[in-house]
């Protein structure tokens, strides 16, 4: 089955800097790939996702980027805030027919 | 999108009862998901719930310890059976309209 590698675990970043996160995914057939942002106490926020059909997409601050031949993945947030303090996952699957595989979450924290 | 509310948000539970943890859904879904995230860790699929189907759960869940309920397209129940203390989580309900995936709130365990 699939596995997904995320790394770092934690991360801290000056605000204003920038901030990347990496997935690694096993399964070749994958095709769908989103990012969750969780706050503390609560479920797990949808903030970008990408498919296998495009290599980047951007969502004003937050962009993504994949690599089928390289299977991996990753999450960029520029100018980050305070507000972008959260635990992030990324995860993968073959969109519309398997569950969501996450990787282990990267805690991210930025400095005022 | 999809908004999804779980009933209750949080609960602290006595060794050896049972919790039914509900799911209710804005918009009417086939697949919903019952995930569990252990203190600090990241996201583990119980099992999937699809309307009209058995459940299917993944490997180390069993029917007896987490039945699943799932009578229509917005609503859904999971029940935490005889618990112990190893079973203080949060249980996140999640579905998946088209490819994109979207999480409860979470309801939060803790057993004594």
């Known amino acids: 089955g699939e596995n997904v590698e995320q790394h770092p675990s934690t991360l801290s970043v000056q605000e204003g800097d920038s901030a990347v996160i990496k997935c690694t995914y096993s399964?070749?057939?994958?095709?769908?790939f989103p990012w969750y942002k969780q706050e503390l106490g609560k479920g797990p926020q949808l903030i970008i996702d990408?498919?296998?059909?495009?290599g980047e997409k951007k969502d004003q601050r937050i962009a993504v980027t994949l690599n089928k031949t390289a299977k991996h993945f990753s999450l960029h947030i520029t100018e980050t805030q305070p507000e972008d303090s959260a635990v992030y996952f990324c995860?993968?699957?073959?969109?519309?027919?398997?569950?969501?595989?996450f990787g282990k979450g990267t805690r991210l924290s930025v400095i005022a | 999108s999809a908004v999804i509310s779980q009933k209750p948000s949080r609960d602290i539970c006595q060794r050896g009862t049972s919790l039914t943890i509900q799911c209710q859904v804005d918009?009417?879904?086939?697949?919903m998901f019952w995930y569990r995230q252990q203190p600090g860790q990241s996201l583990t699929l119980i099992a999937t719930?699809?309307?009209?189907?058995?459940?299917?759960?993944e490997s180390g869940f069993v029917i007896d310890k987490f039945p699943i309920s799932r009578p229509n397209l917005t609503f859904s129940t999971l029940t935490v059976s005889n618990m112990s203390p190893e079973d203080s989580s949060i249980y996140l309900c999640?579905?998946?309209?088209?490819?994109?995936?979207?999480f409860g709130p979470g309801t939060r365990l803790t057993v004594t």
């Open positions: 999640s579905v998946r309209p088209s490819y994109e995936q979207y």
């Open positions: 399964d070749s057939a994958s095709n769908y």
């Open positions: 990408i498919r296998s059909n495009v």
């Open positions: 995860a993968a699957s073959i969109e519309g027919n398997t569950p969501l595989v």
């Open positions: 918009s009417q879904v086939t697949m």
């Open positions: 719930a699809n309307q009209g189907s058995e459940a299917t759960y």
